[in-house]
């Protein structure tokens, strides 16, 4: 483990997550409030905090199984390597789904319609062009081995858990 690549990860493992999935929400329905489109925060706020945790978690563990899987010196360019185990067996895109939960469960907190829009918005770009583009690089990078994956693992996330195995 070299620690360029322990810095670089944890660097670039949290703060874009900050960024986008708490900073980004919040700072949303604290200037939609004035215009109506956030109530603030209240005794319902606890309702969106297993949402939060859930993101939080989900996050957190896709960053540290992509940091196994990967080679010892940190790549800043797309990996030549494929994750697929941790939260990668549960889901292709754990980071989006845990970002998905936390924009979820700021709207509950704040109760925000501007944040609700804000993650369909977000997150209808991620679903329509965002990870289809990913998942063509990694289809054009890793070929069958990326399609055997994607067979086994939901985009989402799978109620069964875990990386289902082939038989033979």
């Known amino acids: 483990m070299s620690a360029r690549k322990l810095a670089g990860y944890a660097a670039l493992g949290w ?3 900050a960024l986008g ?3 980004a929400p919040n700072a949303l329905a604290v200037v939609a409030e004035p215009f109506g489109a956030t109530v603030g925060l ?3 706020s606890v309702a ?3 949402f939060v945790v859930a993101g939080a978690f989900m ?3 896709a960053v540290v199984s992509h940091y196994r899987d990967s080679p010892d010196e940190l790549q800043l360019s797309l990996p030549d390597y494929l994750s697929t185990r941790g939260a990668y067996a549960v889901s ?3 980071l989006y789904l845990g970002g998905a939960l936390l924009w979820a469960g700021w709207a509950i907190a704040w109760l925000s319609i501007a944040v609700v829009a804000g993650a369909v918005v977000l997150f209808g770009f991620f679903a329509r062009i965002g990870i289809p583009y990913e998942e063509r690089q990694l289809r054009r990078r890793h070929g069958i081995a990326y399609d055997d994956y994607c067979r086994a693992v939901p985009r989402w996330i799978s ?3 875990g990386l289902r195995r082939r038989s033979g």
């Open 42 to 44: 209240g005794p319902w």
């Open 15 to 17: 703060i874009p997550q």
């Open 159 to 161: 109620p069964r858990g």
């Open 59 to 61: 996050i957190v563990w």
């Open 21 to 23: 999935y708490v900073f």
């Open 92 to 94: 292709r895109n754990p």
């Open 48 to 50: 969106g905090v297993p």
